[in-house]
């Protein structure tokens, strides 16, 4: 089973940067697409971004478009989530994702997420 980690989280000023990453182990992501999703307190879940396992397609939120970066480095079995021009409605829990397997249709593994806050 694999497990994932995720890392970067932090306080941050709005305007400011951070970068998230996904370490997995107990399995390559290389077959397999990820995502990131995060939760802000009495919300639910909420899709941020996901790449396909070769990062040919990429999908990002409306509210993250040109602010937000996914991309990954399978050698390093990897998931970076680079995050620019936060604003504090950005405040939540972010998560990695993963599947299953390969042609589930959506993601159903999760790390314990790392918390990402911005401030006015």
């Known amino acids: 089973q694999v497990q994932l980690v995720e890392s970067g989280g932090g306080l941050v000023q709005a305007g400011g940067s951070l970068r998230l990453s996904c370490a997995a182990s107990?399995?390559?992501?290389?077959?397999?697409?990820m995502g990131w999703f995060r939760q802000a307190p009495g919300k639910e879940r909420e899709f941020v971004a996901s790449?396909?396992?070769?990062?040919?397609?990429?999908v990002y939120a409306d509210s993250v478009k040109g602010r937000f970066t996914i991309s990954r480095d399978n050698a390093k079995n990897t998931v970076y989530l680079q995050m620019n021009s936060l604003k504090p409605e950005d405040t939540a829990v972010y998560y990695c994702?993963?599947?299953?397997?390969?042609?589930?249709?959506?993601?159903?593994?999760w790390g314990q997420g790392t918390q990402v806050s911005v401030s006015s």
């Open positions: 994702a993963t599947k299953t397997y390969t042609t589930r249709a959506t993601f159903d593994l």
């Open positions: 107990g399995r390559s992501i290389s077959a397999y697409a």
């Open positions: 790449i396909s396992w070769n990062g040919g397609s990429i």
